[in-house]
Structures are given as structure tokens and as C-alpha cells.
């Protein structure tokens, strides 16, 4: 007999069963029991599947054993199948509602004991399960469960007895849902949130939502009840103790709101909550009540009277072993290091996370868009056609999950915003859905990016504009995407964010500071949600054991996107990028200026003033500490400005060497987020004089050498090919002149972007589709460059080497020109290129290379750090002495890419940590622009070859880099490339080195 594929696989319902109201998250006194632990476990590999393993007697005893909550495809090394990465393809045919017979369905299976409960009711809640399920208690079935990542209730009261209990719980891995839940993230079968058996007591609460709201103008609060409760419930006693309110209520009738005349708002700088309690005859309930009102007033969105700006990022939930399994320390971390970054808002991309995460960003103050379970963005694929958001067969599906993710998460106040979903297109189940939020809530808006026109949606939202978008978008007049001249007016009436924007991925994002300007631009503007949080990277194994973590395409997927998965400011380690570094600096909620002595602070603060701070100046002379003293707080509310005289002592500009003005923000005393002393804001400018460029006297060379080597000071060279042999003592090779890098995942990305010399100056990079950098870099070949020595001659004083560079197959060249000299015992390296005429695309580098010894890994410099930077990452680098080992200099990037610049150096001394071996130092050019410098252990060549950290080969050099120009790194990957001023184009240049004793 052929067993049929159930009907509830492929229908359009949302569920079935005694599934009982969705409610609020609460926190509760009524009985509850965990079914969390070890299930027993069978994987089929395909939904037609018996139910002969619901019957209470079944034996299970050759079944595996499997936790719960998890994935099954992250248990077993493979046994039970592997994850699967894809951002917009759909890993199955496009043919709704239906999925292949090739459908792995895991059985999961346990037996409980039934508490001795005096209670009405009893309850079944599963809180997350991919992607739909099928329960059976006692052998009799429950009911379907649909929602991925959404909470289900089924009343089992007539179905648990005393005593052992036999649940059967059936997940199968595709279903009709899986069109709605095409998220950007690995799909991952399984029971990964809590299952639950709760008690519900005679007398009990069924829901509570406690809506507040706070009038900023008067200082008072509203506490607005509404219950779902049996008659049998009341009286219902509300408290707030802090507050001295007790009110009893004596029917559902009964429910007046609460007012005090003076309370403290709820804001995500200032997250001040208070306990209430709400106990009827037979429960007693906790919710931490936030006062605070959302309001759209003309085009600016407002809490508490005051405009939000988002300084936030899109949180999806991952971990490199755990999948979407919650941990809360692990969530509570996360959060921290946002705070730790400025970062002050999420978006839930792209549905509900575990309730606890929005209850802690309630706690630590957030401001949150929380979005609703749902994304079809394969439809994509067929020019939307099918797509279900505009499909009445699906319409009961779109509200369900919309009804879901409201009811669940109201009474959190953090919450300001709902979010219909993400890259579903447009239809009148987005519209549905966004008229039933209104109805249900209508003091938050609705947020969805399709809506391009506004016409269902409170707010504008767009993902990715380019800049010259950016500036039509906040002018008067124009076009924009999507609308036509009446539906761009309307949509210039709302207000503005960016739900998306700078992907992070690899080796950036750059232009934050670009997009940031905007605030200045327009109060339309209400900043944005960085693409993403975190790496989605999965911890798993080469075949030689070594452990990485991997992404699409590493586990065997038929079609996948490859690192598109790697795309966070957070690595899988839990180690902050440079990137989120950057973020912190653009994003800080101070902005100084110094006019002379005078400072100025601009608060960027929503609700907070500067009471919690305090100020520190710090000059520096060559790196080294020279003062730091105390500055005065001064009053400054939210949004405000105000001038600070700096003390004489700081800005003293008669000093002999170069002079740094820091102005630290610090915080006074330690927070739920960070300790005291923690930097919140930071302000530098050059106090001295700028260092005028020494000059090098250039000696023309006199002859050919007639030996095999050339002494010349500290230096060794070979005569032949004049390149050094030894420097101070140590063997050294080069320079070299090196173009390229270890292409970064924005520069191997083609989505948008354009080099074309012949483009306006004005479009370059803003969203002109072409070949990828990387792919224009290799048709050129500076992954390949060989050199062609053409003179070295050489006199008691200097020696100078002319080489051409070039690439197999190609005219292009680049001749360079180095001119060593010695004066006053004190060698110096002048490097002049010059390119030959044809070249049409960008150069990643202009720089030369030294190949050091191994033992060489250790550096101390004065310079730009401490972290790495470039031409449009630049804002999080300061100028001071920073030191650290070669591994710590390079992120660890999921896949190997170009990484560890450090622009404008003055002094870098190289060694093994205990004694310095090699010192090189810089002189400005007329401009002021100093090289800076790599330490690396890899080659761009062994960066552009590996697709893994695991497959870097083990070189028996560390390699100096010093370059005097490097290329931006924008955000193609998903955005715009290389702004024009931060890229850089082929040209004549000059810097000059110098070697000083170690």
C-alpha cells in the first residue's frame, strides 16, 4: 500500500486542531512543565510515513536519541541530513502549495508524567518548530502546527492522564509554509524553541496586556488593562508597588485605565521599567511595565515627544553550533556588545525571536522592529508570479502569523514599531494584515519595505539606496523607485528609514559615514538597521578534522549562496569585526568640534543627558601620554548643543614632536552593559604644527655594479637584481611592488557598481551593474604582476633599481623606480611608479612588499589603529602607539580576504615581542599623506586562493606591506560599490621610507 502524502503538508490552512487564541508572553504562577530534554528520535525521507509510532505502545527502543529543542541536521555528523543555505532560491521546485516526495519528516517521541495538577485546563505550547508539525498524545492526534517561529497552543485537557503520558510529535522539513519562510538564513528542521505543558487554572488569566502610555509634556502615565479572563477570575488586583497603586477590578466591565500623575518613561537610552503584578482568584501574573507613546507627527516618528533616530542592525537568530536554539546568556552577551557598539536598535529579521530576547531588550534598552514570520522572496525567481501575497488562498495564513506575532509580543515596550515581514512583494494580504495591526493596535505603526508607494504601510522604508537615491529621496521633488508623482509625494510625507543597509560582509561595510550625513539632511530621515548583526557561519570539519565554520555550498546543497551567509558585524566566534568598531564611532551619541580652544558637544541622545558621563582630554606628543585631566560636565539636554572652554595645558601647540587632542565621553559609573570608564564617544585633532616632509637628498648612481652584492649602510642587496638581501642584520627580500589584494567579498561581488572610466564622475558606484572589481583586477592582471629588472646602478651613497612590472598577456606596465640612499647614517627608500598609458579599471593597492623572517610577528607602531581601516572605513581609527602580534593585526574573515591595513604610519618597529629586529618609519608628501602598512602572514595570492581559513598554506615569511594608496571597500556585495573620492584609480606616485637602527 502506498501511503498518500498528508493533505495538511500542502494546504493552505494555518493550522488545525484545538488550538487555543494567541497571547502574550507571561510570566506566571500557574503550573508548568518542561518537555525539554531527550526525545527519542527516527528521520524518514519522506512525509509518506504510517502513524503507527503515535500508539502509546509502540516500540521505540531501536530509535536514536535527539535534544530538544534542536535542529536535527546539527546532531549526528550527517546522519540525519545537512543544513542548507540559500538567500533567495528556493532549495525545492517552485510549485505552490506543493514540496517533493524527497521531504525528511522526524519523528520525535517521549513519555511524562502528569504532575498531580488542580487545575481547568491544560495546555500544549510548542514555541518554535521548522516547519510544520503534527502532534499525537496517547495515540490520539492533537492537531497541525504551522508557523516556524511562532508560538502554538492546543488544549489537550481531555487527551493527558494521570501518570505516564506518550507524546509523538512529526516535523516535517518542507511544507506549503516553507513558501513563506524563504528568510536569508540556513534552513534548519526541527523542534529548536520549548515545548511546554502548561497548567490553567480555574480562575486563571487567559491574557493580559497592560498598554501604557506616557505624556511627555506633563509627565504622566496611563496604565490601560485589557483581560481575557472568566467571570470566575475576578476581582482582578492590579499593583504597581513602586508607584503605591493596588486597583481592584470587579468584572471584564470594570477595566478603567490607571492614571498617575508622575512617572518615569520607558526609553531605549533610559529603559526604566516597573514590576507589576495582576493576580485574579486563581493566577498571579508579572509584567515590566515601560511608559512610553509612539506617535507620527507629520513626517517624523516620535516617543515620548521626541524623534527616534536608529542606529541598528538586523538580528537574525544563529549560532555556529546551536542553529536558532535560544541561549539566553549567549543572547544577553550579544546584546551587551551593541550597547558596548552604540548600537541602540534591532530589527527582527525576519520574524519574531524568542520572546526572552525582546524581554532583555526591554531591560537594556532597545529601540525594536518586530517583524512577522514571513519572506517569499524566491517568487523573485518568476517575476513574483504566484507570489502568495497577493493570493486570497493564502490570506488566512498572512493574518494568522501577523495575529501571532502582535499578541505574542504587545506588552513589550521596546517594541515601537510592527513589521509585516520582509521581501514578500506587494498584495492585499500585506495590506490585510497591516488593517488588522490597526485595528488591534493603532498606537504603533506598520512597517513593510515593499510597500514602495505608502499605500498600506506608517513609515518609508527602503534596503540599499544608493546615495544619489538617498538625496532624491529626502528632496521635494524627483523620482523614486516605484512611484509615480502623486505617490512620491505621499511617500516624502512619511517618515524615512533604511531597514537595510551597508552590508557587512567580509571586510567591511564601508560609507557608514556616507549615509550617516543624511540626519543632517532632512528630520525626515530616521537612520537605519546595518545588514546584519552577526556571521551565520556553521562550526563543522575538513576531512582532515580541522574545524571552521562553514557556509552555503560547504555542506553538500544542490543550490546554495555560498558566503552570502557570512554577512555580520560579529564574526562566528562572537569576535566584533572592524566593522562594528566603525559602527560604534559613526554611530556614538555625542559629536565634538574644536574652534580653537573652544569644544563643541552636539548630543545625539533621545532622552538622556550627560549626567551618566564623564569628560576626559588627553594630549599626546608622539604617542606617548602628556596630560590627562578631568573636563566639567556641562547641562546639556537630549538634542542639544553647547561650547566648553578646554584648558591651556591641553592645547598647548609649542611641542617638539607631533601633538594629539583626544576627548573622551566615558561612562561614570558601571551600567547593566558596560563598566565604568567605558568610551561612548571619542573627539581627536592635530594640535602641533603638521610635520613638514623631510627631504631626501637623491644621488644620481654613478655604475653597474661589479660585485655580486651591495653594501650600502644596513643594507645588503643583490647586484643583480637589486633587491636587499639584509637588512640590520636580518634577512630580508624586496621591495616589491604589489596592485593587488585578497579580493574582499564586496569586491568579488558583481551586483552593482561600475568602474567604466567613461561613467559620469557622479555615478560611479552608484548602482551601475558590471564586472566585479576582482573580475576587472584579474583581466588585467594584478593577481599575476612579474617584474623585468631594466638598470641597477649604484655609488658609495646610493643605489637605484628601475623595474617593469607587468602580466602575462597584457601591454600594461607599470615602471618603478627605487632610490636608496644613506645620509648621515640613516638609510631611506624613495619609490616612484609610473603607470603606462591603457589602464581602465582600479588598483587595490599601491604599495611594496618585504618577505621578513618567520619569527618576525610581532609589531609596535605610531600610527592610525588600533584596528584596521580604509579610505571609507576610516571614522573608528585614531592616531596613536598601538602594538600587537601579526595574528591579532589580521581578522580571521569566514572566507580569506584582504585584511590588517593601517593608514597613515609614522613609526613601525617589527619584532619577536621581546626585542625589535627592523624599524620603518615614513615622511609626509606635500600633502601630508603618510603609507601605511600589513603585517600578515599570507599573500593576496594565498588569500584569493582559499575559500576557507584551513586552506591558507603555512609560509615560512611574515610579509610587510607598505602601501602608499589602498582602494575603499564599499558594500557591493549587497549595496553600492567604492565611492569615486574613496577609490582609487591608476597614477604616478611617490613616498618615501625610512630604515632607522633597531
Keep these: 500500500m502506498v501511503i498518500p502524502v498528508p493533505s495538511y ?19 506566571s504562577d500557574a503550573p ?37 529543542p534542536s535542529h536535527w541536521v546539527l546532531h549526528g555528523d550527517g546522519k540525519y541530513g545537512q543544513p542548507a543555505y540559500t538567500n533567495v532560491q528556493y532549495p525545492f521546485p517552485i510549485d505552490p502549495p506543493h514540496v517533493p516526495d524527497e521531504n525528511p519528516t522526524g519523528d520525535h517521541r517521549r513519555t511524562f508524567t502528569l504532575p498531580d495538577w488542580d487545575v481547568e485546563t491544560i495546555v500544549l505550547r510548542f514555541d518554535g518548530v521548522e516547519s510544520i508539525f503534527k502532534v499525537w498524545l496517547n495515540g490520539t492526534e492533537v492537531g497541525v502546527g504551522k508557523g516556524s517561529r511562532l508560538a502554538t497552543e492546543f488544549d489537550v485537557t481531555g487527551l493527558v492522564r494521570p501518570g505516564e503520558n506518550v507524546i509523538m510529535v512529526r516535523v516535517h522539513q518542507w511544507s506549503s509554509m516553507s513558501y513563506l519562510e524563504d528568510q536569508d538564513q540556513w534552513w534548519l528542521p526541527g523542534i529548536f524553541r520549548d515545548v511546554t505543558l502548561l497548567g490553567r487554572p480555574r480562575g486563571g488569566l487567559e491574557d493580559v496586556w497592560l498598554r501604557t502610555a506616557y505624556d511627555h509634556e506633563t509627565g504622566s502615565g496611563t496604565v490601560t488593562p485589557e483581560l481575557v479572563a472568566h467571570p470566575t477570575a475576578f476581582p482582578v488586583t492590579i499593583e504597581i508597588p513602586e508607584l503605591g497603586i493596588g486597583h481592584i477590578y470587579r468584572s471584564i466591565e470594570d477595566l478603567e485605565p490607571i492614571r498617575l500623575p508622575q512617572v518615569e518613561p520607558w526609553s531605549a537610552e533610559r529603559p526604566r521599567r516597573y514590576s507589576a503584578t495582576v493576580r485574579s ?16 507627527e507629520g513626517e517624523r516618528l516620535l516617543v515620548n515627544g521626541h524623534q527616534v533616530i536608529f542606529h541598528g542592525v538586523n538580528r537574525h537568530e544563529t549560532h555556529p553550533e546551536r542553529g536558532r536554539v535560544f541561549d539566553e546568556d549567549h543572547a544577553r552577551a550579544d546584546l551587551i556588545t551593541m550597547k558596548r557598539h552604540n548600537v541602540n536598535a534591532i ?31 524566491g517568487f523573485g525567481t518568476l517575476g513574483w508570479q504566484g507570489n502568495p501575497s497577493d493570493d486570497p488562498a493564502w490570506r488566512e495564513a498572512y493574518l494568522d502569523r501577523v495575529v501571532r506575532t502582535v499578541e505574542r509580543d504587545k506588552n513589550r515596550p521596546s517594541v515601537i514599531i510592527w513589521s509585516l515581514g520582509n521581501e514578500s512583494g506587494s498584495g492585499a494580504n500585506l495590506a490585510a494584515m497591516a488593517q488588522w495591526i490597526r485595528s488591534r493596535d493603532p498606537e504603533r505603526p506598520v512597517h513593510y519595505e515593499g510597500d514602495y508607494t505608502g499605500s498600506y504601510t506608517d513609515v518609508y522604508s527602503r534596503m540599499y539606496p544608493s546615495l544619489v537615491e538617498m538625496a532624491s529621496i529626502l528632496s521635494d521633488s524627483g523620482e523614486i523607485m516605484g512611484c509615480g508623482p502623486a505617490e512620491a509625494q505621499r511617500v516624502r510625507r512619511l517618515p ?40 551565520h557561519g556553521l562550526l563543522t570539519k575538513a576531512s582532515d578534522g580541522t574545524p571552521y565554520y562553514g557556509y552555503g555550498g560547504d555542506f553538500g546543497e544542490v543550490v546554495h549562496d555560498g558566503n552570502f551567509v557570512m554577512d555580520g558585524l560579529v564574526l562566528p566566534n562572537d569576535q566584533p569585526s572592524p566593522g562594528l568598531a566603525e559602527v560604534a564611532a559613526v554611530s556614538q551619541p555625542l559629536l565634538f568640534r574644536r574652534d580653537g580652544s573652544t569644544l563643541i ?16 582630554g588627553l594630549l599626546e606628543i608622539d604617542g606617548e601620554p602628556a596630560v590627562d585631566t578631568e573636563l566639567a560636565v556641562p547641562d546639556l539636554a537630549p538634542g542639544g548643543e553647547v561650547a566648553v572652554e578646554l584648558p591651556e595645558k591641553l ?35 592635530p594640535v602641533s604644527a603638521r610635520v613638514a616632509p623631510k627631504p631626501i637628498p637623491v644621488r644620481a648612481a654613478e655604475s653597474v655594479p661589479a660585485t655580486d652584492t651591495v653594501e650600502l649602510g644596513p643594507a645588503v642587496f643583490d647586484a643583480t637584481s637589486g633587491t636587499l638581501t639584509s637588512l640590520h642584520g636580518v634577512p630580508v627580500a624586496g621591495p616589491r611592488l604589489e596592485l593587488f589584494r585578497g579580493p574582499t567579498d564586496n569586491d568579488r561581488s558583481s551586483s552593482r557598481g561600475s568602474y567604466e572610466l567613461g561613467a559620469p564622475e557622479e555615478t560611479r558606484g552608484e548602482g551601475v551593474k558590471g564586472p566585479s572589481s576582482a573580475e576587472r583586477w584579474r583581466r588585467r592582471g594584478l593577481d599575476r604582476l612579474v617584474h623585468r629588472v631594466l638598470a641597477v646602478t649604484a655609488s658609495d651613497t646610493g643605489l637605484t633599481t628601475r623595474v617593469r612590472v607587468s602580466a602575462a598577456n597584457s601591454g600594461l606596465f607599470v615602471d618603478v623606480d627605487q632610490l636608496w640612499t644613506v645620509t648621515d647614517g640613516e638609510l631611506s627608500l624613495r619609490v616612484e611608479l609610473t603607470p603606462s598609458q591603457g589602464w581602465d579599471c582600479t588598483w587595490p593597492r599601491v604599495g611594496v612588499r618585504f618577505d621578513l623572517p618567520a619569527d618576525c610577528e610581532y609589531a609596535d607602531w605610531f600610527g592610525t589603529g588600533p584596528l584596521e581601516s580604509y579610505p571609507d572605513s576610516a571614522v573608528a581609527a585614531r592616531v596613536g602607539r598601538f602594538g600587537g602580534s601579526v595574528d591579532e593585526l589580521n581578522v580571521v574573515y569566514s572566507r580569506p580576504q584582504e585584511t590588517g591595513h593601517r593608514a597613515e604610519l609614522r613609526d613601525l618597529a617589527i619584532g619577536t615581542g621581546e626585542a625589535v629586529r627592523l624599524r620603518v618609519a615614513t615622511l609626509p608628501d606635500q600633502a601630508g599623506h603618510r603609507p601605511g602598512f600589513t603585517l600578515t602572514r599570507h599573500t593576496p595570492q594565498d588569500l584569493d586562493r582559499a575559500e576557507h581559513p584551513y586552506q591558507l598554506p603555512s609560509n615560512d615569511a ?18 553600492i560599490d567604492v565611492l569615486p573620492r574613496h577609490a582609487l584609480w591608476p597614477g604616478a606616485h611617490t613616498f618615501t621610507l625610512t630604515f632607522p637602527t633597531p
Design 601 to 616: 558637544i552636539k548630543s545625539r541622545y533621545h532622552s538622556a543627558d550627560l549626567a551618566g558621563l564623564r569628560l576626559r
Design 281 to 296: 482568584t486563581g493566577e498571579q501574573v508579572e509584567v515590566q511595565l515601560g511608559f512610553r507613546t509612539v506617535r507620527i
Design 347 to 377: 530589527r527582527t529579521s525576519h520574524y519574531p525571536p524568542h520572546p526572552r530576547v525582546l524581554e532583555l531588550a526591554d531591560e537594556l534598552g532597545f529601540w525594536v522592529i518586530d517583524e512577522c514570520d514571513l519572506e517569499t522572496h
Design 651 to 685: 592645547i598647548t601647540a609649542d611641542v617638539s614632536g607631533e601633538a594629539w587632542l583626544t576627548v573622551l565621553a566615558e561612562l561614570a559609573e558601571p551600567t547593566p552593559w558596560a563598566e565604568a570608564g567605558h568610551v561612548v564617544a571619542r573627539g581627536q585633532w
Design 32 to 68: 508548568r512543565l518542561s518537555l525539554n530534554g531527550d526525545w527519542k528520535f527516527r528521520l524518514s525521507p519522506t512525509a509518506r510515513v504510517d502513524e503507527a509510532a503515535a500508539a502509546p505502545d509502540f516500540d521505540d527502543r531501536d530509535w536514536d536519541t535527539l535534544p530538544v
Design 958 to 975: 611574515i610579509y610587510l606591506y607598505v602601501d602608499h594608496a589602498v582602494h575603499g571597500l564599499g558594500s557591493r556585495s549587497c549595496g
Design 9 to 27: 503538508v500542502t494546504d493552505y490552512q494555518p493550522g488545525s486542531g484545538p488550538r487555543r487564541a494567541p497571547r502574550s508572553w507571561l510570566h
Design 496 to 535: 524615512y528609514l533604511l531597514c537595510e543597509y551597508v552590508h557587512a560582509m567580509g571586510n567591511g561595510p564601508g560609507a557608514i559615514a556616507d549615509y550617516e550625513a543624511f540626519l543632517d539632511v532632512s528630520p525626515r530621515y530616521h537612520g537605519g538597521f546595518v545588514w546584519e548583526w552577526r556571521d
